[in-house]
C-alpha cells in the first residue's frame, strides 16, 4: 500500500465530533459527511464537546461558536488544554455576524472556520484538508518515534560491541596469553584456576553472542515464530539443570510448583532463551542461601501467567520504569559478582511479545522481585 493509499484509508475511517445546538445544522452537516464516508457523532451544547472529545477522541471537531451553557469559544479552551485532546483538530461554525470572533477561537487553538449557512463543498474542502493535516502529522510523529527506538537500539549495539564484548574478550586474550607463555612456570592449581577463568570469560562471551544474535534477528524481522503446546513443567525443569552450578554455588533455594499438566502455547526455544534469562537473573540478584520460588496461574480462559519471585536485592523505582528501555544501561552485576550480558532483559520482553504475551515487574529494594509473563494457554 502507497502512502498516498494510505492516508486515504485513514481519512475515510475518520469520525466527525459535530457540536451545534440547533438540530437542522447537525441534520445537514451529518449528511454532507455521511455522504463521503465519514464516521459523524453529534453534541448539542459545549459542555457535551468537553465531554465527547475526551471519550470518543475524534479526529476533527465542528464546533458551534454561540451555544448556550457554553459557548464554542470556552469548549475550545478546556479541549486544547487537556493534553488528551489538545492535538484534536477543531473548526468552527459561525455566522457571519461571528467572524470577529474567530481572532480569539484561533487564539485559543482552532485552525478553521466554516460560516453559516454551509456551502457543500467549501465545507468538505476544509474538513479534507485537516483531516489530510492531521493524518501527515500523526504519521510523522509515529515515523519520529520508531526513528528514536531505532536509534537507541543502535546505540545498545554499539556499546555492547564497543565495550560488553571487550571485557570477556580481554580476559580471553589476557589469561590465553599468559597461559602460553608461562605454562611451564605454573602449578597444577594455577592452571586449573586459570582454566576456570578462561571458561568463565567464554561462557559470558557466548551468551552475550548468543542474546545479541537473537535480538538482532527479532529487529530485522528475520525471528521465525514456530508456535506448539510445550509443556511448562518441564521446560522448567530443562533450564534448571543448566543452571544448576549457578544456584548451587550460592547455595540458592529454588522451589518450582507448576503443574504438570500446564501447557502453554509458544515457540520451545524462545521459551527456553525467556526462561534462563529470567532465571539467571533471579539467582544473580539473590544472596547466598536466598530463594526462588516458580509458580503459575490460570489468566482468564486463554492465558497463563508466569511468575518468577526471589528474595534477592530488589530494584528501586525509578529504574523499573526504565527496565525494558533499549536505552537504559541495566547491567547491575550480582550479588556474587555475576555479569550479565545486558540484553536479557529487552530479549525477553520482545520474545514474550512476539507470543502474544506481556511481561511485568514488581520489586521492593533490599526486598526482592518478582516478574511475570503471560503466554497462551497450550
Known amino acids: 500500500m502507497t502512502t498516498t493509499s494510505f492516508k486515504n484509508t485513514l481519512i475515510a475511517n475518520s469520525k466527525i465530533l459535530i457540536i451545534d445546538d440547533i438540530p437542522e445544522n447537525i441534520k445537514i452537516l451529518g449528511h454532507i459527511l455521511m455522504g463521503k464516508g465519514l464516521k459523524v457523532a453529534v453534541g448539542h451544547n459545549g459542555k457535551q464537546a468537553v465531554e ?20 464554542g469559544l470556552e469548549a475550545c479552551k478546556i479541549i486544547k488544554s487537556n493534553p488528551v485532546t489538545s492535538h484534536i483538530p477543531i473548526i468552527f461554525l459561525t455566522a457571519r455576524t461571528e467572524i470577529e470572533d474567530i481572532t480569539s477561537g484561533f487564539e485559543m487553538g482552532a485552525v478553521d472556520y466554516v460560516t453559516k449557512p454551509f456551502n457543500h463543498h467549501e465545507l468538505l474542502s476544509r474538513v479534507i484538508t485537516h483531516l489530510e493535516l492531521k493524518v501527515s502529522k500523526d504519521l510523522l510523529k509515529s515515523q519520529n518515534e520508531s526513528l528514536i527506538e531505532l536509534n537507541k537500539t543502535k546505540d545498545k549495539f554499539f556499546s555492547i560491541i564497543a565495550h560488553d564484548l571487550k571485557n570477556p574478550l580481554t580476559g580471553l586474550l589476557g589469561l590465553s596469553q599468559f597461559l602460553s607463555e608461562d605454562i611451564d612456570k605454573l602449578s597444577r592449581e594455577d592452571i586449573s584456576e586459570m582454566a576456570e577463568g578462561l571458561f568463565g570469560s567464554s561462557k559470558r562471551l557466548f551468551d552475550l553472542l548468543n542474546n545479541l544474535l537473537e535480538w538482532a534477528r527479532i529487529q530485522t524481522g528475520s525471528l521465525q515464530v514456530k508456535l506448539e503446546s510445550v509443556n511448562l513443567k518441564n521446560s522448567f525443569t530443562e533450564t534448571l539443570d543448566l543452571l544448576k552450578n549457578s544456584y548451587s554455588s550460592k547455595k540458592v533455594n529454588v522451589f518450582e510448583n507448576i503443574d504438570p499438566k500446564t501447557y502453554v502455547l509458544c515457540d520451545k526455544n524462545m521459551l527456553a532463551s525467556i526462561l534462563q534469562n529470567l532465571l539467571f537473573n533471579a539467582i544473580k540478584f539473590t544472596n547466598m542461601s536466598g530463594n526462588v520460588k516458580i509458580y503459575s496461574e490460570p489468566l482468564g480462559d486463554d492465558f497463563f501467567t508466569i511468575f518468577i519471585e526471589d528474595s534477592g536485592i530488589g530494584i528501586n523505582k525509578e529504574k523499573i520504569l526504565h527496565l525494558f528501555d533499549p536505552g537504559s544501561k541495566n547491567q547491575t552485576r550480582g550479588t556474587a559478582n555475576e555479569e550479565g550480558t545486558g540484553l536479557g532483559l529487552l530479549l525477553c520482553k520482545e520474545l514474550i511479545e512476539k507470543q502474544g504475551g506481556t511481561i511485568s515487574v514488581e520489586s521492593t529494594a533490599g526486598v526482592g522481585s518478582i516478574f511475570s509473563f503471560s503466554l497462551p494457554k497450550g
Open 52 to 71: 465527547m472529545a475526551s471519550s470518543i477522541i475524534p479526529d476533527l471537531i465542528l464546533l458551534d461558536i454561540s451555544m448556550p451553557e457554553m459557548d
